[in-house]
Nanobody, 118 residues
């Protein structure tokens, strides 16, 4: 059974930094795109995505502040969040497009609350 397990701290002051990770476990053939979404009240946003080859894309709201990376040997994706702002407060979810046999399926992590506040 495939699982995505997120880890990382959740509370930081404005201007601070957080690093979250998301590890995939289970029986998989390959992982295609991996990404991070966030959900705030009334708003759901794709934060960042990374291909297996390392190409990345970011929401305009986080460009220059957040960095997504992955370690294919560890089946893990990371999100480095710098210069955090109160508007970054949300529940952050990782996801991964995983090849199982001949079909791929998107799996999600459990979500982690990130709060940026004094």
């Amino acid at each position: 059974q495939v699982q995505l397990m997120e880890s990382g701290r959740g509370l930081v002051q404005p201007g601070g930094s957080l690093r979250h990770s998301c590890a995939v476990s289970g029986s998989i053939f390959s992982i295609y795109n991996m990404g991070w979404y966030r959900q705030a009240p009334g708003k759901r946003e794709l934060v960042a995505v990374i291909t297996r080859g390392g190409s990345t894309d970011y929401a305009d709201s986080v460009k220059g502040r957040f960095t997504i990376s992955r370690d294919n040997a560890k089946d893990t994706v990371y999100l480095q969040m710098n210069s955090l702002k109160p508007e970054d407060t949300a529940v952050y979810y990782c996801n991964a497009d995983i090849l199982e046999g001949r079909l791929s399926r998107v799996y999600w992590g459990q979500g982690t609350q990130v709060t940026v506040s004094l």
